[in-house]
Nanobody, 115 residues
Framework: QVQLVESGGGLVQAGGSLRLSCAASGRIFSINTMGWYRQAPGKQRELVAAITSGGTTNYADSMKGRFTISRDNAKNTVYLQMNSLKPEDTAVYYC?????????WGQGTQVTVSS
């Protein structure tokens, strides 16, 4: 099994920044993809950004230029730096890890952006 522990969410004013972290433990294969998804009230969960163990990144169009995903393979940790936050970025942000044996989710961390 894989355990994912997120941290870094909170309340921020529009235009502010937050940095989310997600630490993975357990049966982690060296080749995997870690990512962040978000789910706002009444909406479907959507991809924010993902990064492979080799460093290839993928962003949702609306996040490009504002959000940056990175990872530290030695710490099995993925980060999401969020800048220029908007009220519409308010959501629960979930960490995800995928490898050959399955897909795993964290419990989520709330991000609230006030106008």
């Amino acid at each position: 099994q894989v355990q994912l522990v997120e941290s870094g969410g909170g309340l921020v004013q529009a235009g502010g920044s937050l940095r989310l972290s997600c630490a993975a433990s357990g049966r982690i294969f060296s080749i995997n993809t870690m990512g962040w998804y978000r789910q706002a009230p009444g909406k479907q969960r959507e991809l924010v950004a993902a990064i492979t163990s080799g460093g290839t990144t993928n962003y949702a169009d609306s996040m490009k230029g504002r959000f940056t995903i990175s990872r530290d393979n030695a710490k099995n940790t993925v980060y999401l730096q969020m800048n220029s936050l908007k009220p519409e970025d308010t959501a629960v942000y979930y960490c995800n890890l995928e490898h050959v044996r399955g897909s795993y989710w964290g419990q989520g961390t709330q991000v609230t952006v006030s106008s």
